[in-house]
């Protein structure tokens, strides 16, 4: 059984900055893309970042320069650190793994990001 989850969500002043982590089981973990997603209250979610299983890197616009996506497959856990964050980043923050026929998501951890 796969499994998927996040930690490291919290509240944090705007400027500041927090790291998630996505631990997975029950999956061939280096051989796989990841990715992390939000979604914040109203909006659709929405792409963060994504790296594949050779490491190459894509984000979303509004993170770049501010976010970095990485993963340590001897320890099966994707990480994104988040630095300057704007009360815009606020949102549920979930890690998935894409594989044939079906995607495996977690069930998110929160970022608020407020004075």
């Known amino acids: 059984q796969v499994q998927l989850v996040e930690s490291g969500g919290g509240l944090v002043q705007p400027g500041g900055s927090l790291r998630l982590s996505c631990a997975a089981s029950?999956?061939?973990?280096?051989?796989?893309?990841m990715g992390w997603y939000r979604q914040a209250p109203g909006n659709q979610r929405e792409l963060v970042a994504t790296?594949?299983?050779?490491?190459?890197?894509n984000y979303a616009d509004s993170v770049k320069g501010r976010f970095t996506i990485s993963r340590d497959n001897a320890k099966n856990t994707m990480y994104l650190q988040m630095n300057s964050l704007k009360p815009e980043d606020t949102a549920v923050y979930y890690c998935?793994?894409?594989?044939?026929?079906?995607?495996?998501w977690g069930r998110g951890t929160q970022v608020t990001v407020s004075s």
């Open positions: 029950g999956i061939i973990f280096n051989i796989y893309s």
């Open positions: 998935n793994i894409p594989v044939p026929r079906t995607v495996y």
């Open positions: 790296i594949t299983s050779a490491g190459g890197i």
